[in-house]
């Protein structure tokens, strides 16, 4: 499985960015998706997840309400819209899968990894 993650860049505190994960190589219909992020000199933690063949969403307590995770089955894409940015919500974000049938909530449960893109919010 491959993973293209896109859609990062520099935005002002109150604005948006739509993160964009384009998926390919095998089907995925069994599959957990999910976006990470990671901070300078932090750990990589769980943002927003989802099952690619179901609508149950889970998200991280910092991000609910602000952030919503969607696919498009025909695109092959799952995405991030963000509102209402924070400086705190600056990181490289990643998108990941799992193969085991859960939502990916730990970067231990991830089996493959997108490569990262970079959103930075300025005060």
């Known amino acids: 499985v491959q993973l293209q993650a896109s859609g990062g860049g520099l935005v002002q505190a109150g604005g948006s960015l739509r993160l964009s994960c384009a998926v390919s190589?095998?089907?995925?219909?069994?599959?957990?998706v999910a976006w990470f992020r990671q901070a300078p000199g932090q750990e990589r933690d769980f943002v927003s997840g989802m099952f690619w063949s179901r609508t149950s969403t889970n998200y991280a307590g910092s991000v609910k309400g602000r952030f919503t995770i969607s696919r498009d089955n025909a695109e092959n894409t799952v995405s991030l819209q963000m509102n209402s940015l924070q400086p705190e919500d600056t990181a490289v974000y990643y998108c990941a899968a799992s193969s085991r049938g859960n939502i990916p909530q730990t970067a231990n449960a991830v089996d493959y990894w997108g490569q990262g893109t970079l959103v930075t919010v300025s005060s």
């Open positions: 190589g095998r089907t995925v219909n069994n599959y957990g």
